[in-house]
């Protein structure tokens, strides 16, 4: 079993930038990044694949957010910029336990998800 867990997040005025990270405690392929803001169904943010050098995004954040991942490391970055007030969320890392790329935006497809952590953009 995998543990994921994410950090960086926090207060910020809109505009502003932040860096997630979410460390897995081992190997994972695929890694994503979603987010659930207050009364929201949890959506989709971006996803990479295990070598890096294929990404995704979610048409909300494409130009503003960049994913990375560092392998030594196990871990998985969402640099955010030009940050907005609906970016206010909850962000969640997940991950899956093969190099499957399709259909990044599912959720079902992920194996396993970390506790979340909070970001608020203020205007």
């Known amino acids: 079993q995998v543990q994921l867990v994410e950090s960086g997040g926090g207060l910020v005025q809109a505009g502003g930038s932040l860096r997630l990270s979410c460390a897995a405690s081992?190997?994972?392929?695929?890694m994503g990044w979603f987010r659930q803001a207050p009364g929201k169904e949890r959506e989709y943010v971006a996803t990479?694949?295990?070598?890096?050098?294929?990404?995704d995004y979610a048409d909300s954040v494409k130009g503003r957010f960049t994913i990375s991942r560092d392998n030594t490391k196990n871990t998985v970055y969402l640099q955010m910029t030009s940050l907005k007030s609906e970016d206010t969320a909850v962000y969640y890392c997940?991950?899956?336990?093969?190099?499957?790329?399709?259909?990044?935006?599912?959720?079902?497809?992920?194996?396993?998800w970390g506790q979340g952590t909070q970001v608020t953009v203020s205007s």
């Open positions: 081992g190997r994972t392929y695929l």
């Open positions: 997940a991950a899956r336990s093969t190099t499957y790329f399709p259909a990044p935006q599912a959720q079902q497809t992920y194996d396993y």
């Open positions: 990479i694949a295990w070598t890096g050098g294929r990404t």
